[in-house]
């Protein structure tokens, strides 16, 4: 598995991922326009020149959000995720952030174990945060 920056081309690849792990996925403009927030931080998982997980985040200041994880289904319980999250929270931490703030569907308890493992906490919930009217629960960890 290489680890690396997205190239621009990778886009078709992570929107296609996108959408088959999210019901509300983003957008190809939105993770388009990643390439022009100097304040982001892309990773892709690579096996055999196929992307197959992705992760970015955005940092401002002392604080970093993670906007997205998605490893597809069938690579999925092989540390992907895991280490795609902890490539970005160093890629956080060089750009000066103290803490990484995420936004986690209450259903998806799978991911919630991830981030659980990973040191993050639980802060409060986003009533009807997502597109379906489904809350989020806001986590946060310290960097």
């Known amino acids: 598995m290489t680890y690396r920056k997205w190239a621009y081309g990778d886009i078709f690849a992570v929107a296609e ?8 996925p983003w957008s190809f403009q939105m993770l388009a326009d990643t390439f022009i927030n100097d304040r982001a931080a892309t990773l892709a998982a690579e096996e055999g020149g196929r992307i197959v997980g992705y992760g970015f985040c955005v940092t401002a200041g002392e604080e970093a959000d993670l906007a997205n ?26 750009a000066g952030a103290r803490r990484m703030f995420l936004e986690v569907r209450v259903s998806n308890a799978a991911a919630m174990m991830l981030y659980l493992r990973a040191g993050y906490v639980g802060r409060y919930a986003r009533p009807r945060y997502y597109g379906d009217g489904e809350d989020a629960l806001v986590m946060e960890k310290k960097l």
């Open 69 to 94: 994880i998605a490893v597809d289904a069938g690579f999925r319980r092989r540390g992907i995720a895991a280490e795609l999250l902890r490539r970005l929270e160093g890629e956080a931490r060089a």
């Open 17 to 24: 991922l996108e959408k088959q792990c999210f019901s509300d």
